[in-house]
């Protein structure tokens, strides 16, 4: 398998890759265009807009529909996934939303992977079932059974790599070149977990990237936003969707996610040697029935995760031995983690799916989508690693 993990951003990338560097009034960092609408200085400017001659190609004619401090992000994450363009959203989910109205028609089939955000999958299954949109959910990775689901109706496969929160990668390659030789099916891959610091999908083949930019890319839970990346004719379907429904990201929003994506690829390498390192003092401790982290070699994933990443991410999950009242207790015990929901900010996060994300399953159904009980999943931040490894391994030692 040729692989292009090689060629995922830097450091340098992450403070320059995409910066506009020549701003108005000289200024080094983003303008926060708060504006809500933007003038014409007579009628005939008016018109040479309208009819697309405008000599600026970035000039806006109303908030909904452009933002500059907003492009600038939109380029800020096209450069560093590689892609001709990009379009931002207010959150992860309204990227998905309108990401999927976008390339979908009722009578249209979608192939979903099972193990993904639970929202997404309740959009596909539920709400655009509601508008006559059919779907095919699959084992995470199962690229056997995605290609058996495929149908003559289907246009889109929507995967997660990693998934939340088992960590299953999927040969983004192989699922490209499978969904290509099918014909008019197009592929979107939620690459939140990953990162473009650990891997590039669209360099695999992928025709669109989507990520939850409330998680790594801005960093530091503090703002919601979602940013999809690909070629610029489906990205402007996207954008004119959202011209539409309206999911518009706010400037402000915008200049924070590109504060946070200036030090991405720093948090990200601490974050992937941080969690590597939890992950392996987790596998060897006594109370710890199982680690699910793709960079260790007892994943299903290692091989894939290896050779298509950089690193395995900030995301440990692990199931405690003595079930759900066990790891609650760890949970507890932890001290520097805080319970909450998100990832991949600078604070490390503790959650145990089943009292929180799956609130609503009982054990059985809990087994069925592969979610133990005893599961707590771990965000690991930038704090120092060894703090961390000793905080959790006292915490374990409560179980
Ligand atoms: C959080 C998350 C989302 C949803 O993003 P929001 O910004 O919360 O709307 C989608 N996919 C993944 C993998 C996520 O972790």
């Known amino acids: 398998m040729s692989t292009r993990k090689d060629r995922t951003p830097t450091s340098t990338d992450a403070v320059h890759a995409g910066i506009d560097r020549g701003r108005s009034h000289h200024t080094l960092t983003p303008s926060i265009a708060q504006t809500a609408t933007y003038t014409f200085e007579n009628t005939a400017t008016l018109e040479r807009y309208m009819r697309g001659e405008d000599p600026d190609p970035e000039r806006e004619e109303y908030g ?8 600038e992000l939109e380029r800020r994450v096209a450069a560093l ?3 001709e363009d990009a379009v931002a959203f207010p959150s992860g989910m309204a990227a998905t939303s309108s990401a999927l109205l976008s390339l979908l028609k009722a009578g249209d089939h979608v192939v979903l992977f099972r193990d993904c955000y639970r929202r997404t999958r309740q959009f596909v299954t539920q709400t655009l079932l509601r508008f006559g949109i059919e779907h095919t959910v699959v084992a995470a990775g ?51 977990f990953a990162t473009p610091i650990n891997s590039l999908p669209l360099s695999l083949g992928i025709d669109l990237v989507l990520h939850s930019a409330t998680k790594y890319l801005s960093g530091h839970n503090d703002v919601l936003g979602g940013v999809v990346a690909g070629p610029s004719h489906l990205i402007s379907l996207l954008r004119d969707t959202r011209g539409i429904v309206g999911s518009v990201l706010d400037p402000h929003a915008a200049f924070l996610i590109m504060r946070g994506l200036k030090t991405l690829a720093l948090r990200v390498e601490r974050q992937n040697a941080s969690a590597l390192a939890l ?31 950089r690193g395995g991410g900030a995301v440990v999950s692990f199931v405690v031995r003595g079930g759900r009242a066990a790891a609650s207790r760890v949970v507890d015990a932890a001290r520097i983690p805080q319970i909450a929901a998100s990832l991949g ?3 490390s996060l503790i959650e ?20 133990n009980p005893a599961l707590i999943r771990l965000s690991v931040g930038i704090e120092d690693t060894d703090d961390l490894v000793a905080d959790l391994l006292n915490a374990l030692s409560q179980a």
């Open 279 to 309: 992950a392996k003092a987790f596998e060897r401790h006594p109370n710890v029935e199982s680690v699910h982290y793709p960079w260790l070699e007892s994943h299903p994933s290692y091989a894939v995760a290896t050779s298509q990443m």
């Open 142 to 192: 199962d690229l056997a059974a995605m290609e058996a689901a495929i149908r003559p109706n289907t246009r889109l496969v929507v995967t997660e790599s990693p998934t939340n929160p088992l960590n299953f990668c999927v040969d983004l390659e192989k699922l490209a070149a499978i969904v290509k030789s099918k014909g008019r099916i197009r592929t979107l891959v939620d690459s939140t």
């Open 352 to 371: 145990q799916p089943a009292i929180m994300s799956f609130f609503e399953l009982g054990d059985d159904e809990l087994g069925k989508i592969g979610i």
């Open 81 to 83: 996934e590689g892609a």
């Open 345 to 347: 900010g600078v604070e």
């Open 64 to 71: 909904r529909y452009g933002n500059p401090t907003v492009r």
